[in-house]
C-alpha cells in the first residue's frame, strides 16, 4: 500500500527467499510454512513483539525463522538471508522471484483496506455474492450444499458455482453431460432455499491462446453466468492483447476471470496493453475480475483503478476451491477499496434480478 512499508509482506517474502535456497527439502518447507504463517496474520507483526523484546509464540514460527523476524523488526533488513543468498547458486531465481510480488496484499493489510474508513470503494457489507468458485464437479472439495449453508454462513443471498471447463482436463473440467446433472441438483437446491438463497449456474471456460473460448455459443448460454479465464500462455513476454479482446467482445462471456494469470512469485501472467483491453469489456459491458485467491491478487488495485477508469464493472471473486477459502473474497474487496471502485459497479452487489437480467442480455448479444 501507498505510504506506508507492508512489514509481514518483506518478511514472507525474506523467508521464501531463505526457503528458495535451502537444500534440505525439510527446512524448505519449514520456511514456507513460516512465510504463510506471516501473510495470513491478522496484525503486522511488529505488534506482536512482547514487553521484553521477543516475539511472541506464532503457530509455525520456529526459532530460525523468528531469527530473521527479529533481524528485520530491530534493522531494517536481514544479514542471516543476505549472507544465505549471497552464498547460493539459486540467487538468480531468487531475484527473478522478487520481481514477480508486486501488489499482493498480506491479510493484514487487507484486514486494514476493509477497515479504513477514507476509502470510498465498495465494502463488505454491499457485497451480496461471489461469482467464482470450484464444488466437487470439477477440481474443488465443496459439495454443492455446502456452498449454499457456507454462502448464507457468509450473509450472502446467492452464489454462482463456477466448474471448469471441459476444455481443461487437468482441473477435472465437467462435461456437458455432468454438467447438466450438476444443474438438475441446483434446481433441487433453488427450490428448497427459495427466498433465501440462490445457486447460480455458471462456468470457468478456458480462454485459448488465440482467444477463442473452449466452450460453444449454445453451451454457453445455457449458462447463467460465464468467466472465462487464461489458463496457458501466462509466462510470455509477447503482449496478447488480442487474445484477451477477442475474449471480451464473444457474446455470452460475463466475466474476464483472473485477467493475467499471474503467480505470487513465479508467474507474470498476461502481457498485454491493458488500457485497450479495458475499453473494449467497458463498451462490451463484460466485467473484469478481481481474484482474491492470496496468490493471485489478479487483478491488483492498481491495473483496477485503470480498468475503473476505462468504466469497467468488475466482479469480485474468491476464486474457492474449498469453503476456508470463500474469504478470499475480503482480498478481493480490499483491492477493489484501495482502487476506489464504488459498489455500483460491482456485480457481486447487485441484486439477483438485476445480474441475472444484465447476464442475460450479455448472453444474447451478437457479434
Ligand atoms: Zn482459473
Known amino acids: 500500500m501507498k505510504g ?13 527467499d531463505l526457503a528458495a535456497v535451502q537444500t534440505s527439502a525439510q527446512s524448505r518447507w ?31 514460527i520456529g526459532p530460525s525463522s523468528t531469527k530473521v523476524i ?21 540467487k538468480p531465481d531468487v531475484d527473478r522471484s522478487r ?10 493489510q487487507v484486514s486494514a483496506a476493509l477497515e479504513n474508513r477514507r476509502l470510498k470503494g465498495v465494502s463488505r457489507r454491499d457485497y451480496r455474492g461471489d461469482l467464482q468458485m470450484h464444488s466437487v464437479w470439477s477440481d474443488g472439495t465443496q459439495t454443492l450444499e455446502s456452498i449454499v449453508t457456507a454462502g448464507l454462513a457468509r450473509g450472502y ?25 450438476q444443474h438438475l441438483e441446483i434446481d433441487a437446491l433453488n427450490k428448497r432455499f427459495t427466498g433465501r438463497f440462490r445457486l447460480l449456474k455458471g462456468i470457468e471456460a478456458n480462454i ?24 496457458s500462455a501466462l509466462r510470455s513476454a509477447v503482449p496478447q492483447t ?27 501472467g498476461v502481457a498485454a496493453d491493458w488500457d485497450v483491453v479495458f475499453a473494449a469489456a467497458a463498451r462490451s459491458g463484460v466485467a473484469i475480475e478481481i481474484d482474491g485467491d492470496p496468490s493471485r491478487q489478479d487483478l491488483d488495485h492498481e ?38 471502485i464504488p459498489a455500483e459497479r460491482v456485480i457481486n452487489c447487485w441484486p439477483v434480478d438485476r445480474l441475472l437480467e444484465w447476464a442475460r442480455q450479455r448472453s444474447a448479444a451478437s457479434v
Open 303 to 340: 491495473l483496477a483503478r485503470r480498468a475503473a477508469a476505462a468504466g469497467c464493472l468488475f466482479a469480485l471473486d474468491s476464486d474457492a476451491h474449498s469453503n476456508e477459502e470463500l474469504e478470499y473474497a475480503e482480498t478481493a474487496i480490499a483491492h477493489a477499496r484501495l482502487a476506489g
Open 70 to 90: 527479529m533481524e528485520v523488526l530491530r534493522g531494517g533488513k536481514s544479514p542471516t538471508v543476505e549472507q544465505a543468498l549471497a552464498s547460493s547458486t539459486r
Open 242 to 268: 488480442s487474445r484477451l479482446l477477442k475474449a471480451v467482445t464473444r457474446p455470452a462471456v460475463h466475466i474476464l476471470g483472473h485477467p493475467r494469470g499471474r503467480k505470487y512469485g513465479t508467474r507474470p
Open 4 to 16: 506506508s512499508i507492508d512489514i509481514n509482506g518483506v518478511i514472507e517474502g525474506l523467508l521464501r
Open 99 to 108: 520481481g514477480l510480488r508486486d501488489n499482493f496484499l498480506t491479510r493484514a
Open 30 to 60: 519449514g520456511y514456507k510454512r513460516a512465510a504463510a504463517a506471516v501473510r495470513n496474520l491478522p496484525q503486522p507483526i511488529d505488534r506482536y513483539v512482547q514487553s521484553d523484546g521477543t516475539l511472541r509464540k506464532i503457530p509455525h
Open 157 to 181: 443471498q446467492y452464489s454462482a458455482v463456477t466448474d471448469h471447463s471441459y476444455g481443461l482436463p487437468i482441473a477435472g473440467g465437467v462435461s456437458m453431460a455432468d454438467l447438466a446433472r
Open 208 to 231: 485459448l491462446a488465440d482467444g477463442s473460448i473452449d466452450m460453444q455459443d449454445d453451451e454457453l448460454r445455457a449458462l447463467e453466468v460465464v468467466v472465462a479465464a487464461p489458463h
